[in-house]
């Protein structure tokens, strides 16, 4: 029989993964256009053309433990699907390990951010197309388009990678850098959540995200950011805004699946692949 669709067909056991995979399919506040709520399953999907081990990080994910732990529930609210992503992911710190949440729209970066602050100061790297710095959108405080300034309100710091699309009011905000500037805002002493919108690549490279925008970084400059990341303590990460519907050929999809295996390879795979390099 066919078991349930897993990330890279990985199914370590909880209790030794070193990495957890948790969807989260919300698309409530979607603004241009939809499809997030299939990306969880659709970049479990593209997982499967690629292959375990990552080149640029010498590192085989078999050898990492990998535990997906599915999807929270769908059909609950948007209050309900957040609380529940919220307290999953404070779980899976709890326990020691890292944990990659795939959205999804954006706004479930927050709750994710939110358990990581729960257990102490943690700092916020985002790559983003937009700011998402808006107070409020379409008269709600939580929505995709006003996750970062949510998320700057319980991050020791955030900073912001790859924004080319401003509404005005925060060209003066102190969030931004230059993708080679990460490491000297950030602060050695406190961990790391990074939150990956897709639409910060080219949509050139990435066409299938919800809001695309021209220009932005190329998927060299995102694994450029991955290696700044991997010298301080990552915790965890969301990949977000993939609309599976607009990119009929799969590339998005896969260039998401990708992303993820090497990011998990850059932050919590090194140990795994100093071990195998001096076994």
């Not at 709890?94 to 706004?107: M, N, P």
Request: charged share 20%; proline share 7%; with cysteine.
């Amino acid at each position: 029989m066919i078991g349930p669709l897993r990330f890279l067909g990985l199914d370590t056991p909880l209790e030794r993964a070193r990495v957890a995979i948790l969807g989260v399919p919300v698309e409530r506040t979607v603004s241009y256009r939809g499809g997030p709520a299939q990306a969880p399953t659709a970049i479990r999907a593209a997982s499967d053309s690629i292959e375990l081990y990552s080149h640029l990080f010498r590192c085989d994910l078999a050898h990492v433990g990998v535990c997906d732990l599915g999807d929270v529930d769908p059909h609950a609210s948007l209050a309900e699907m957040l609380h529940a992503t919220e307290a999953e992911v404070g779980r899976i710190l709890d326990l020691g390990k890292g944990i990659v949440v795939l959205g999804g729209e954006h706004t479930v970066a927050l709750p994710a951010v939110r358990a990581a602050a729960g257990r102490g100061s943690v700092q916020v790297v985002a790559l983003d197309a937009h700011t998402d710095l808006r107070e409020e959108y379409g008269g709600e405080e939580v929505a995709h388009a006003t996750v970062l300034r949510r998320v700057s309100e319980v991050a020791a710091r955030l900073v912001i990678v790859g924004a080319r699309s401003f509404f005005g009011e925060e060209v003066g905000e102190p969030f931004f850098a230059p993708p080679e500037g990460i490491a000297d805002r950030l602060s050695p002493r406190l961990p790391v959540w990074l939150t990956l919108d897709l639409d910060a690549l080219d949509p050139a490279l990435c066409p299938g995200v919800t809001n695309p925008e021209p220009g932005g970084l190329t998927y060299g400059d995102v694994i450029g950011i991955f290696r700044t990341l991997g010298r301080f303590r990552v915790v965890g990460m969301d990949l977000v805004e993939l609309a599976p519907p607009f990119d009929p050929s799969g590339v998005s999809a896969i260039t998401a699946a990708k992303l993820v295996l090497e990011a998990i390879a850059a932050f919590w795979g090194r140990s795994v692949g100093e071990d195998a390099r001096r076994g």
